[in-house]
C-alpha cells in the first residue's frame, strides 16, 4: 500500500462515531478530497462535509456520491442545524488564534450533548510541511508558501479545548497520507455539559 492510501485513522473510530452520530448528520469541516468522506459514507452515515475549493469537492463528491457537499469557507454558517459528530482532519489551522476559537467554539455549539469532536492538527513536530523555516505571523503560525497555517504543542491543544470539552484522547502521530511523513496530533473530544 502506498504512503498516500495508508492513512486509515478514521477506522479504529467508527464504533464510537456511531454510538455518538445518534441519527444526526455527520459534519465533516474542510473535506478536501473526500477520503474522510468516502470512509464515513461507507460505513453507512449521513455525511454533509464542507470545503472551499471547488476542485477538492468535485474529488470529494466523486469518491462518496451519497454525501452531501457544499462548497463554502468553514467559518461561514454551517449548513446543519445539529451534528452529532463532527470532524475536522487538518482544517482547524489557518486562522489567527482568536477565529480558531471561536470556530471551535461553533462546533461546540453545534453539536448535540455528548457530542463527538474528531480532530487532526498539524504539530509543532511537523517540519516536512512548515513547522519550521518559514516566517513567522506569531507563535507557531507561519506563513507556509503564501498561506498561514498553525501548528500545536500539547499546550496549545490543551489550551484551544480547555472550556466545554472533555477530552477523551489526545495522541501526537505520524500520518502516511502524504509523500513525506507529517506529525499530527489526534484529537477526540466529547461536548462537556
Same mark, same amino acid.
Not at 500500500?1 to 452520530?21: K, N, V
Not at 468553514?74 to 486562522?95: E, K, M, N, T
Given at each position: 500500500?502506498?504512503?498516500?492510501?495508508?492513512?486509515?485513522? %478514521?477506522?479504529?473510530?467508527?464504533?464510537?462515531?456511531?454510538?455518538?452520530?445518534?441519527?444526526? &448528520?455527520?459534519?465533516? $469541516?474542510?473535506?478536501?478530497?473526500?477520503? *474522510?468522506?468516502?470512509? %464515513?459514507?461507507?460505513?453507512? @452515515?449521513?455525511?454533509?462535509?464542507?470545503? =472551499?475549493? +471547488?476542485?477538492?469537492?468535485?474529488?470529494?463528491?466523486?469518491?462518496? +456520491? !451519497?454525501? !452531501?457537499?457544499?462548497? !463554502?469557507?468553514?467559518?461561514?454558517?454551517?449548513?446543519?442545524?445539529?451534528?452529532? $459528530?463532527?470532524?475536522?482532519?487538518?482544517?482547524?489551522?489557518?486562522?489567527? #488564534? +482568536?477565529?480558531?476559537?471561536?470556530?471551535?467554539?461553533?462546533?461546540?455549539? %453545534?453539536?448535540?450533548? &455528548?457530542?463527538?469532536? =474528531?480532530?487532526?492538527?498539524?504539530?509543532?513536530? *511537523?517540519?516536512?510541511?512548515?513547522?519550521?523555516?518559514?516566517?513567522?505571523? *506569531?507563535?507557531?503560525? @507561519?506563513?507556509?508558501?503564501?498561506?498561514?497555517? /498553525?501548528?500545536? *504543542?500539547?499546550?496549545?491543544?490543551?489550551?484551544?479545548?480547555?472550556?466545554? #470539552?472533555?477530552?477523551?484522547?489526545?495522541?501526537? /502521530?505520524?500520518?502516511?497520507? @502524504?509523500?513525506? +511523513?507529517?506529525?499530527?496530533?489526534?484529537?477526540?473530544?466529547?461536548?462537556?455539559?
Amino acid at each position: 500500500m502506498s504512503r498516500a492510501t495508508s492513512d486509515r485513522w %478514521l477506522e479504529r473510530w467508527l464504533p464510537l462515531i456511531g454510538e455518538r452520530a445518534g441519527g444526526l &448528520a455527520i459534519l465533516e $469541516v474542510g473535506c478536501g478530497g473526500g477520503r *474522510d468522506t468516502e470512509v %464515513l459514507a461507507g460505513a453507512g @452515515y449521513r455525511v454533509v462535509a464542507i470545503d =472551499l475549493s +471547488p476542485d477538492a469537492i468535485a474529488k470529494a463528491r466523486a469518491r462518496a +456520491p !451519497q454525501a !452531501q457537499f457544499h462548497c !463554502q469557507d468553514i467559518r461561514a454558517a454551517f449548513p446543519v442545524d445539529a451534528a452529532g $459528530v463532527v470532524v475536522a482532519s487538518l482544517s482547524l489551522h489557518y486562522f489567527p #488564534w +482568536p477565529e480558531t476559537e471561536v470556530l471551535v467554539g461553533r462546533i461546540r455549539s %453545534l453539536l448535540s450533548p &455528548a457530542g463527538l469532536l =474528531l480532530c487532526r492538527l498539524n504539530s509543532t513536530n *511537523d517540519h516536512n510541511f512548515g513547522a519550521s523555516g518559514h516566517p513567522e505571523i *506569531d507563535e507557531n503560525f @507561519y506563513l507556509v508558501d503564501g498561506a498561514p497555517k /498553525r501548528f500545536f *504543542d500539547r499546550a496549545a491543544v490543551d489550551r484551544l479545548f480547555s472550556s466545554g #470539552w472533555r477530552l477523551l484522547g489526545a495522541e501526537e /502521530r505520524i500520518i502516511d497520507r @502524504y509523500e513525506r +511523513p507529517k506529525s499530527a496530533w489526534e484529537v477526540v473530544l466529547e461536548k462537556a455539559p
